[in-house]
């Protein structure tokens, strides 16, 4: 299996659903929630007597007897719906929780949460450097895990070509969010800040597999074989690891996003495509630049 000699196909493959998410991010944009906002979200289970009372019925209510007039509410798992609106006080939380009760009867309030608009924004803001510090940190500490590997290629080099990676990664799965935010109206919270962590944290890991298997063989071949050769060898050899873990942690995401619960089905959907994007580009892209990077630079 010769991997490096079909790179062209690989990274045009990359570079396509990279520009997908860049055009949606800069054209569409992320539809963020209440986390980022501000806002209320609230929770509530109906009672087996009113199941038959529909998202609808409840929104005419809210718009037309409270008075509300940006509200959107979803159902959610056992029995339960979602209400999403702006950021009210307690007493009228309290308010509309009682006259809700008393147009459709026992109603189970499961989660209230209202954040102020200044607070959405600080977090929006922490969100952004949390990314971006973790993006710097990954990069500069596999610089420097390989720095007694500078020959054929500088290990810095290693350290931008994992930088690029985790943007892989990061853009496609920030792009495929933009998609289905303006077709499903699905909007992000912390949660997808979070879930988008844990993706670039699996794949440096699968990344540093496959440098490390290149820089074990550069040690063993010495200039023995072309640096291409070796590059290919490495990612043969690392390949069915990286398959097999990807599966396994694939199959449990699946079955948790079929079954899991609602609150946790975007989270889980965040780490299902970031985790995909990351194995490709672990194997498919990261190795595939220090050819091209080598071959440019030649010996540095």
């Known amino acids: 299996m010769n991997i490096i000699k079909h790179k062209a196909i690989f990274l045009s493959v990359s570079g396509v659903l990279v520009l997908v998410g860049v055009v949606a991010l800069l054209g569409i944009g992320l539809k963020t929630g209440i986390d980022f906002n501000g806002g209320t979200l609230w929770q509530i289970k109906l009672t087996t007597n009113n199941s038959q009372i ?7 209510f809210l718009r037309t007897n409270e008075n509300i007039k940006n509200v959107s509410i979803f ?5 339960s719906v979602l209400i999403k609106l702006d950021n009210i006080s307690e007493n009228d939380h309290q308010k509309y929780l009682g006259d809700l009760k008393s147009n459709f009867g026992a109603i189970e309030e499961l989660k209230f949460e209202s954040i102020g608009p200044s607070i959405g924004s600080e977090t929006k803001q922490k ?3 949390a990314i971006v510090l973790v993006l710097l940190g990954i990069s500069i500490y596999v610089a420097f895990a390989f720095r007694k590997v500078s020959y054929p290629i500088s290990s810095w080099k290693y350290g931008v070509i994992t930088l690029i990676s985790l943007f892989h990664d990061v853009l496609i799965a920030a792009g495929f969010f933009a998609i289905l935010g303006y077709f499903l109206k699905i909007e992000i919270d912390t949660n997808f800040v979070v879930a988008l962590l844990v993706v670039m944290g699996f794949s440096v890991h699968d990344t540093i597999v ?7 063989n550069i040690l063993i071949q010495r200039n023995k074989e072309e ?9 043969v050899q690392t390949l069915a690891r990286s398959i097999n873990t990807t599966l396994t942690v694939v199959l449990v995401l699946l079955a948790m996003f079929l079954f899991g619960p609602a ?7 965040t780490l299902l495509v970031g985790i995909i994007a990351g194995t490709y580009s672990s194997i498919f892209v990261a190795s595939p630049l220090l050819t091209i990077w080598h071959k440019s630079g030649r010996v540095n």
């Open 54 to 60: 529909t998202t609808d019925e409840l929104g005419n």
């Open 75 to 79: 159902s959610a798992s056992d029995n």
């Open 127 to 129: 969100a952004y450097w």
């Open 210 to 216: 496959v440098f490390d298997r290149i820089r074990e």
């Open 227 to 235: 640096f291409s050769e070796t590059v290919n060898r490495s990612i």
């Open 263 to 269: 609150a946790l089905k975007y989270f889980i959907l």
